[in-house]
């Protein structure tokens, strides 16, 4: 797995799991009012981001998500990336 070889090569692992942190909250995405989002919120997972990450994975395990994934990289680029 890619995140133990890096901690193997001495890197420090940070993982968010914004559905696992908040599979309870579901609710309509603003974009789509049909589509619901369930998990943390975008301001919250942003929150639990390290400010001091040199590398950013975001993951997409289904097609149809990756609208509301593009909507959460754009604040993670501006406000954690710079």
């Known amino acids: 797995m890619k995140l133990t070889l890096a901690r193997r090569l001495g890197h420090e692992v940070h993982v968010v799991d914004g559905v696992g942190a908040a599979v309870k ?4 995405w603003r974009q789509r009012k049909k589509r619901l989002i369930q998990g943390l919120s975008f301001e919250q997972l942003i929150e639990r981001i390290p400010r001091d990450s040199d590398v950013i994975g975001i993951s997409c395990m289904f097609t149809h998500a990756w609208p509301m994934v593009r909507e959460l990289m754009l604040p993670v680029a501006s406000e954690i990336v710079g």
């Open 25 to 28: 909250s579901i609710r309509p």
